[in-house]
């Protein structure tokens, strides 16, 4: 099993950034990559971003690319999403998730941080 805990969600103004965490624990040996996903009230959960957890390789969405950057630390077994330029539309609770190996499914999900951004 892994267990995977958001933080740094906040409140933020437009064009402000706000970095959110992810660690990862248990076996994360398990793990081929982490993803930030989020969810706006009255939408369907959408990806954000994920990373390749032993290559580094990266994936976002068309939409995030070029104000959210992923990024990781292995020493620390986490996940970082950096977001700059923030809108809006960018509220939402984002979770983060642990895609496993075996499955390539994202089978460990995170509790949420709230991102609010006001205008």
């Known amino acids: 099993q892994v267990q995977v805990v958001e933080s740094g969600g906040g409140l933020v103004q437009a064009g402000g950034s706000l970095r959110l965490s992810c660690a990862a624990s248990g076996r994360t040996s398990s793990i081929n990559l982490m993803g930030w996903f989020r969810q706006a009230p009255g939408k369907e959960r959408e990806f954000v971003a994920a990373?390749?957890?032993?290559?580094?390789?990266?994936y976002y969405a068309d939409s995030m690319k070029g104000r959210f950057t992923i990024s990781r630390d292995n020493a620390k077994n986490t996940v970082y999403l950096q977001m700059n330029s923030l809108k809006p539309e960018d509220t939402a609770v984002y979770y983060c998730?642990?895609?496993?190996?075996?499955?390539?499914?994202?089978?460990?999900w995170g509790q949420g941080t709230q991102v609010t951004v006001s205008s």
């Open positions: 990373i390749s957890w032993s290559g580094g390789s990266t």
């Open positions: 998730a642990a895609q496993i190996r075996t499955s390539y499914a994202y089978e460990y």
